[in-house]
Every structure is written in C-alpha cells, then in structure tokens.
C-alpha cells in the first residue's frame, strides 16, 4: 500500500509560480513513475506531466517549458514547479505513482487509469 499526501497550491496571480510537492509512503519510491494530473470543473481529469524511474520526463503541451516535475529519492517526494501561471491552468491537482513494470510506455503514463495510487488532491487557482 502507497500513500501519497500532498502540500502546496493555493491562489496566485497569474504570471506567479507555484510548487506542489507530493510525499509517498513505501521503501521503493525510487521504483515508481510519478505523474501529475489536474482536473478544472467540469472537466475530464487530464494529464501533466510524469517522471519516470530513470528521471526522464515528459509534459503535456500546455504546460512544456513552464512547469517543471522533478523527485527527490532520498524524501520519497515528487515536485511539480508551476511558473508563469495563466488562468487556464485553475484546476485541482492531483499526484499519481505507478508501482508496476517499468517496462510502459510514455503514452500510456498519460492515463489516469494506468496508475495505482492518487494523491487527495489541491487547488490551485489563478486569478486575471
């Protein structure tokens, strides 16, 4: 079992930055790719970004040379640095670890329903 706690978020002006930071439970952290996701209202959740085993990376494209996802081993932590924040980017974030295979491709670490463990989930809002 995996437990995942989130901090950060909260309410920004638009062009200001933001860090969330997702803490995991579990002595293999280092084993498992880490996403992001968010979710505005009234929408399907969606995809930000993940960071696989070996570090590598991959954004979706609204986001891509904005936000930054990184982790820290040592903490068994996963950051999500949020910069030139723009109105449309007002969701709840939520983060994601797959404990399976590292044999997946990037596309399928895409999808929500490819992961096992979700973080609760924090607003992030901001403003014109």
């Known amino acids: 079992q995996v437990q995942l706690v989130q901090s950060g978020g909260g309410l920004v002006q638009g062009g200001g930055s933001l860090r969330l930071s997702c803490a995991a439970s579990?002595?293999?952290?280092?084993?498992?790719?880490m996403g992001w996701f968010r979710q505005a209202p009234g929408k399907e959740r969606e995809f930000v970004a993940v960071?696989?085993?070996?570090?590598?990376?991959y954004y979706t494209d609204s986001v891509a040379g904005r936000f930054i996802i990184s982790r820290d081993n040592a903490k068994n932590t996963v950051y999500l640095q949020m910069n030139s924040l723009k109105p449309e980017d007002t969701a709840v974030y939520y983060c994601?670890?797959?404990?399976?295979?590292?044999?997946?491709?990037?596309?399928?670490?895409?999808?929500?329903?490819?992961?096992?463990?979700w973080g609760q989930g924090t607003q992030v809002t901001v403003s014109s």
């Open positions: 994601a670890a797959y404990t399976a295979t590292p044999v997946i491709t990037t596309q399928r670490l895409t999808q929500p329903a490819t992961y096992d463990y």
């Open positions: 579990g002595r293999t952290f280092s084993n498992y790719a």
């Open positions: 960071i696989r085993v070996g570090g590598s990376t």
